[in-house]
């Protein structure tokens, strides 16, 4: 069975860099058309994409992110890891790991993680 | 604001069939497929619905989803209060970057 869990710092303060780990099982990143993305959701709003890395090591950024994100895999631990540089208050939000399909230009999460915490403060 | 646009709220009584729409433009949503993905408050979302209208398994045929140029809709029929819960689609754009909408959220008088 798939599952996704993400660990990673509950508090950090302003300007540090946040790493996040998506740690899974029932599923291999080097299978064709196999990613893993981070989504993140601000308190009371709406789901924002970060990243995806696929089988094939490409990387994709939201755009409006870019510079701060960097998204790697470790295929044989089957781990994720995100880090966002420069934190700040506004990134204070639940930060989600999904398994993501991709089939030509279509791409779709079936499994999520249960979801992490993250808050930004001094 | 999103790029894609949902109503941010919808409602209707149980065993009434709802709509919820969702609009974008010829870089998404005109050139690729979209997502319908369901979350509970407190919970991780949920697909619903991918590649425009196809089910995952265990999700009840009560949800359906259909696309039309640049905006697609997902319908709920035979509404249940376990259906209040916030509807998010999502799609592809061709500056590589995962979209989604702003939400809506439903709730089941």
Redo the contacts between chains.
Sequence with gaps: QVTLRETGPALVKPTQTLTLTCSFSGFSLTTSGMCVSWIRQSPGKALEWLALIDWDDYEYYNTSLKTRLTISKDTSENQVVLTMTNMDPVDTATYYCARTHNYGDEYYSDYWGQGTLVTVSS | Q?VLIQPPSASGTPGQRVTISCSGSNSNIG???V?W?Q?VPGT????LI??NNQR?SGVPDRFSGSKSGTSASLAISGLQSEDEADY?C?T?DN?????????TKLTVL
Excluded: D, E, K, M
Excluded at chain 2, 95 to 103: A, V, W
């Design positions: 999103s050139s690729n497929t997502n993905y979350q991780a979302p949920r697909l991918f590649s995952p998010y999502a592809w500056s590589l970057n995962i979209l989604f909408g702003g939400g």
